[in-house]
């Protein structure tokens, strides 16, 4: 299978804190994605980074990608409460493969 | 506003009873796709359409049908439902682009019950 995993499954930090997930693939991408996902809802795109990139950043988001090790990390800086969600990485290679995702939790 | 919509938002149904999941996307975009999404198991894609009247199956089509007979709309259609398609559904849409560098747009999902 070409799912990705993700690691840790879940974490929980105080607010202000830097959070940071881990996110490893199998085959050869052409990209990889994170995305957020708020309980219940649909998934919201955060970044993608192309695999001839080695690092990208939005905002508080910083996501860097080893393609020789074939893993990915994102990187949440100052997290707040409503940082509070599970975060997925998605892989592109002939299609878009998740991880079953991070859930994070910021704790007031 | 840019957005996918997805029809209804909760359905409850019994075993056999054909049902239909609308999804509609306002961004003209070419790529659709339907996922569900179950604890454990993660995100696991139904179907997908790379534009109108092309449709191909993902990693979980059994029990399922779709049609993309115009290019803002790829429905979701349970002929006879059973309890083990109880999840929650979600469309996507992204355009195509070069080397498939585009997000996915979600809809909001739709969480169905089988009886």
């Known amino acids: 299978s070409q799912q990705g995993e993700e690691d840790p499954q879940a974490l929980s930090i105080q607010e202000g804190e830097n959070a940071t997930m881990n996110c490893s693939y199998k085959t050869s991408i052409n990209n990889l994605q994170w995305y957020r996902q708020n309980s219940g809802r649909g998934l919201v795109h955060l970044i993608l980074i192309r695999s001839n990139e080695r690092e990208k950043h939005s905002g508080r988001l910083r996501v860097t990608l080893d393609t020789s090790k074939k893993s990915s990390s994102l990187l949440i800086t100052a997290s707040r409460a409503a940082d509070t969600a599970s975060y997925f990485c998605a892989n592109r290679a002939q299609k878009l493969v998740f991880g079953q995702g991070t859930r994070l939790t910021i704790n007031p | 506003e840019a957005q996918v919509t997805q029809n209804p938002r909760y359905l409850i149904t019994v075993t056999g009873k054909k049902l239909t999941v609308t999804c509609s996307q306002n961004?003209?975009?070419?790529?659709m796709s339907w996922y569900r999404q179950d604890p454990g198991l993660g995100l696991r894609q139904i179907y997908y359409?790379?534009?109108?009247?092309?449709?191909d199956k993902g990693d979980v089509p059994e029990g399922y049908k779709v049609s993309r007979k115009e290019k803002r709309n790829f429905p979701l259609i349970l002929e006879s439902p059973s309890p083990n398609q109880t999840s929650l559904y979600f469309c996507a849409s992204s355009l195509i682009g070069t080397g498939y560098n585009s997000p996915l747009h979600f809809g909001n999902g739709t969480r169905l019950t089988v009886t």
């Open positions: 961004m003209n975009h070419e790529y």
């Open positions: 359409s790379m534009n109108v009247e092309v449709t």
